[in-house]
Structures are given as C-alpha cells and as structure tokens.
C-alpha cells in the first residue's frame, strides 16, 4: 500500500492540465493518498534545438532522468507535441523506461473535425498508437477534458483497490512502523541522547529511565538489561550498556514498549519537544477508537484475515496512511537533531 503515486506528465502547454491535476490530487486524497506531479513541458529551448534531433535527445534525456529519480506511477502524453507526436515519446518509454506502468495517450483532436470531437480525437490517437505499434501495451486513449478526468480517475480507483488488498496493507504497516521502531531504537543509542549540561534537565532524564526500570522490575521482564544488573547499577550502567551495545542487543534488552515509553517522556522533557511526545503518546498508548497505530500493526501482524473481516476497509486504509505519515514525521523531527 502507497502513501502517495507519481504522475509523469508530458505536454507542450502543461498549464492546460492545471484542473485535471487537481480533480486527481482530491480522488487520491480521498482514500489518504498524495500525488506528486512531475512535468516534462515540451518545448524547444534555444537555437540548437531548432534541429529535431537535438530537441528530441534532450526530452528523451528529461523524461529519462525523471525515472532514474521518482518511483513513476502513471504516465500521460499529449499527442500533439509540435514537432514531436506523443506517440514517439510513448514507444521511446516502452523500450526504455518501462514496459508495464499505465500510460494515458491524450488529445483534444487537431485539424478539421470528422465526427464528434471524442470520435476525431480517438481516431487520432488510435491512428498514433498503430503507426508506432503501440496496440496492447498497454496505454489507454482519452480526450482532453471531462474524459481525461474520469479516466484518470478510474486508473487510480483500481490501484487503490489493488493497494487495499489487506497483504498489501500489512506490507506499509510492517514497512513504516518498523522505521519509526528504527528511529527510535538509533535515537536511544545515541550517548548524546541521555546526556544534557542543565543539572535539573539530568535529574529529569534520570527520573524517566528509572521509571521505566521499575515498571520493568513490575512486570517481572526477564530481558538483556535486567539480567545484566543495570536496574540495580542505576543510569550510569545504563546508558554505558545501551551506547555501547549494538542495535540488536538493545532491541532485545528493551522492548518496543519500553523504547516508545523511554522515547516518549525524553519528548515531553523539554518545551520545545513536548508537543511531539504528545503526538508520539497516541501512537502506542492509551484506548482510542479509532486505535493507535502501533495497536493496528500487531493485530494485522497477529490475526488472520478472517478474523480482521470488515474492519479492513477503505476508511481503515486511508486511516492508516494518514497516521503512518503523522508519526513518521514526527519521529523524523526528533530523532534526526543533533
């Protein structure tokens, strides 16, 4: 499941797609989608470029680097271009950047009209899809306007039910979660971390770690760090054990629970990160409804489809996305200051 799609679009007049970028920008948001438009204009720069070789070369180049850079997603092409036809650059794509991503083939239909509009701009488009043997490759007709929209649309609707698909789900909860686990764990196992000149900011960060310990020693936890001794030992071994170990010993000498509730009151210490442990808070404690995230990545981790049923849904999806990009920001803010 994606947190957001790339749409490649390529036109000699990209202003012309302001509102269907924005019609789709809203059907992604919908289900917590974003959408990232990057733009290929196709126009010729300079006087070299007046020679169609050297233009066709530098757009191949763009269209290239845009590739080699983003995860492209979809793909549309006017097919009016001047003096190159979209039809070119879709052949030009297939053999060279990708042979499976949708591509939508566009045209408001030039020269003198035959039939209905749709019907004349169809034909043209059809007629560029055969020229350049693009039949069955799957790139998909559209006029320019309404029935561009809609087809967009329609593209993206079926992504998302593919996305929605509750492997897919359990793969982004699995991903994003166990980053923002990794943040943490590398923020916690940082000496600088635990460490501050302010004698009263010291005695807080003292304060929290034995707090923990001694829910610990509460819950009767046999792990790394209680067999060790360093409940008895106090901060000092502490923090020697946890810079000093690698990430490994440390993820299994503390729990996730343990190192959400170290991090999240080493947040709320200080004025400047408090609002950030609030916001890390109802990640993984506390009764919500809905439930915090780290509560939806054990029960997708833990049950089976059967079980989860209904609950899955596209509510739940866009629900998940917009908490996983929430606390994953959040985390970020933190734990990346040095």
Request: aromatic share 6%; hydrophobic share 35%; net charge neutral.
């Amino acid at each position: 499941m994606r947190l957001d799609y790339t749409v490649l679009c390529i036109d000699d007049n990209i202003g012309t797609l302001r509102d269907t970028k924005r019609d789709l920008g809203r059907h992604n948001s919908n289900v917590g989608i974003d959408t990232n438009f990057i733009d290929v204009p196709v126009v010729q720069t300079g006087r070299a470029e007046t020679d169609i070789d050297v233009f066709k070369t530098r757009i191949f180049s763009d269209i290239a680097r845009e590739f080699e850079t983003h995860q492209i997603d979809l793909v549309i092409v006017d097919l009016h271009l001047g003096e190159i036809k979209g039809h070119e650059i879709i052949d030009h794509i297939r053999h060279h950047q990708t042979m499976y991503r949708p591509i939508v083939f566009y045209s408001g239909g030039e020269g003198v009209q035959v039939g209905t509009l749709e019907e004349h701009a169809t034909k043209q488009l059809q007629d560029g899809l055969e020229k350049a043997q693009l039949v069955g490759k799957s790139v998909f007709v559209s006029v320019r306007g309404d029935n561009l929209r809609k087809d967009l649309r329609g593209i993206c609707s079926e992504m998302h039910a593919e996305e929605h698909k509750l492997n897919a789900s359990r793969g982004l909860l699995m991903d994003r979660t166990s980053e923002i686990d990794a943040k943490i764990l590398q923020h916690l196992c940082k000496r600088e971390t635990w460490e501050s000149s302010d004698p009263a900011v010291q005695t807080k960060i003292q304060k929290i770690l034995m707090d923990e310990l001694k829910r610990q020693r509460k819950n009767a936890l046999k792990n790394a760090w209680l067999k060790r001794g360093v409940h008895k030992s106090g901060f000092a071994a502490f923090t020697d054990w946890i810079c000093n170990s690698d990430d490994t010993e440390v993820a299994q000498g503390l729990d996730a629970f343990s190192r959400n509730n170290l991090i999240r009151g080493l947040m709320k210490m200080s004025d400047e990160t408090k609002d950030a442990g609030d916001i890390h808070s109802t990640y993984f404690k506390g009764d919500r409804d809905p439930p915090h995230l780290n509560s939806i990545r054990n029960v997708y981790a833990h049950q089976t489809e059967k079980k989860i049923g209904n609950t899955h849904n596209d509510e739940r999806c866009k629900y998940i996305r917009e908490e996983v990009r929430r606390h994953l920001k959040n985390v970020t803010k933190v734990t990346s200051k040095k």
